[in-house]
């Protein structure tokens, strides 16, 4: 079993940063794929930035390239998630995800494990 817990939502200003971290505890994380979703009211829950252990790379959605950036730190089973260049469309409650080692995905069907999420909102 693999638990997942976000930290570092907020209130920020369009044109700010903001940065999320999640940490996994449990066995295995090391062989677990990690990723971030968002979810704002009234719409489904949608990929924003992962990180497959296949290649050891990051994939990103296009909403989000070139703003936003995930680090992973191995050794302290934490992944963060830096947010730059925030916009109002960017206000979400935001989840932190894992999933066994394996291709890169972006469904939220494809994790197994959910954090409860952090709320994000960016005023205009």
């Known amino acids: 079993q693999v638990q997942v817990v976000e930290s570092g939502g907020g209130l920020v200003q369009a044109g700010g940063s903001l940065t999320l971290s999640c940490v996994a505890s449990?066995?295995?994380?090391?062989?677990?794929?990690m990723a971030w979703f968002r979810q704002a009211p009234g719409k489904k829950r949608e990929f924003v930035a992962g990180f497959s252990l296949v290649g050891g790379t990051a994939f990103y959605a296009d909403s989000v390239k070139g703003r936003f950036n995930i680090s992973r730190d191995s050794a302290k089973n934490a992944m963060d998630l830096q947010m730059g260049g925030l916009r109002p469309e960017d206000t979400a409650v935001y989840y932190c995800?894992?999933?066994?080692?394996?291709?890169?995905?972006?469904?939220?069907?494809?994790?197994?494990?959910w954090g409860q999420g952090t709320q994000v909102t960016v005023s205009s």
């Open positions: 995800a894992a999933k066994p080692r394996g291709l890169p995905q972006k469904i939220p069907t494809a994790y197994n494990y």
């Open positions: 449990g066995r295995t994380y090391s062989g677990h794929d």
